[in-house]
């Protein structure tokens, strides 16, 4: 049952998760904090930490670290098939149907209405992460800084301010 239950979510989550990895964590921290409470919001954080720091897009990564945290490595298959399987599906689709796409004003118009919807999503993410993992002022000031950095150093890997801020939380918070 839990196989099913695992599968339906993440299958949710990739119908529904329009905008990319960002977009699609508020729905799966709903199915998986809110709905089946496979995670606490701790854990949730930490998944998403994880999940952007390991290689490969950060849905795919969170489905597979909570699949396997649920049930293991056929809990991992299960959810990240699961999360794939519409995208895998629409793009098929889309690209049958692409000249038909890319000259129909109705699907034009769809698609330009979905983009303040993803840009809102992304927002609750980071709204929702921000409010459950920065708990101090060490925190919000850190934040800030790699915020400006990042924006203003466009060609600096951004991998590189994780780890440093890495860094920074065990020298601040290890003494």
């Not at 098939?81 to 699907?107: K, Q, T």
């Not at 118009?109 to 459950?132: N, T």
Request: aromatic content about 16%; hydrophobic content about 55%; charged content about 10%.
């Amino acid at each position: 049952m839990i196989y099913l239950q695992l599968f339906l979510a993440f299958l949710r989550v990739g119908f529904f998760s329009f905008g990319g990895g960002m977009a699609a964590l508020p729905l799966i921290e709903k199915e998986v904090v809110d709905t089946y409470h496979w995670l606490s919001n701790g854990e949730f954080l930490e998944l998403v930490t994880l999940s952007e720091l390991t290689p490969g897009p950060i849905g795919i990564n969170s489905a597979t670290f909570t699949g396997f945290k649920v049930v293991g490595v056929w809990g991992s298959l299960v959810a990240t098939l699961a999360f794939c399987l519409p995208s895998i599906f629409l793009v098929s689709l889309i690209f049958r149907f692409l000249s038909y796409f890319e000259e129909n004003v109705i699907v034009q118009h769809f698609l330009r209405g979905l983009r303040p919807a993803v840009i809102a999503l992304i927002g609750i993410a980071a709204y929702s992460l921000a409010q459950k993992g920065i708990k101090d002022w060490f925190a919000i000031g850190l934040g800030t800084v790699v915020f400006i950095l990042v924006y203003y150093r466009k060609k600096t890997d951004p991998i590189l301010f994780l780890l440093l801020s890495g860094v920074a939380g065990l020298i601040w918070y290890g003494s």
